[in-house]
């Protein structure tokens, strides 16, 4: 069972920068990947940032330039790093850790979610 566990979240000023760190630990098979996810009042839930295993970033297009999602020197870490932050960023940011186990499946496993305003 792996644990995962968000924070960093905040109010911010539109313009500005937050990071948030994604930190999970307990027993798993493999990283497959680590993405974060957006939840805004009466929306549904979707990937903003994703790191898969090889390294590769994904970003959703209004993110793109701005967000920037990486591993830690500690490896049970992911952070988003969030520049000129707009409002419409704002939301519950979640973390989904998937694990590659050993059939070549995913696990997914949630935080509970870190909420993050912008707002002047």
């Known amino acids: 069972q792996v644990h995962v566990a968000e924070s960093g979240g905040g109010l911010v000023q539109p313009g500005g920068s937050l990071r948030l760190s994604c930190t999970y630990s307990g027993t798993y098979f493999d990283f497959g990947a680590v993405a974060w996810h957006r939840q805004a009042a009466g929306k549904e839930r979707w990937s903003v940032a994703t790191i898969t295993r090889d390294g590769t970033t994904r970003y959703t297009g209004s993110v793109k330039g701005r967000f920037t999602i990486s591993r830690g020197n500690a490896t049970n870490t992911v952070y988003l790093q969030m520049n000129s932050l707009k409002p419409e960023d704002t939301g519950v940011y979640y973390c989904?850790?998937?694990?590659?186990?050993?059939?070549?499946?995913?696990?997914?496993?949630w935080g509970r979610g870190t909420p993050v305003t912008v707002s002047s």
């Open positions: 989904n850790f998937q694990e590659l186990v050993i059939n070549g499946a995913y696990r997914d496993y």
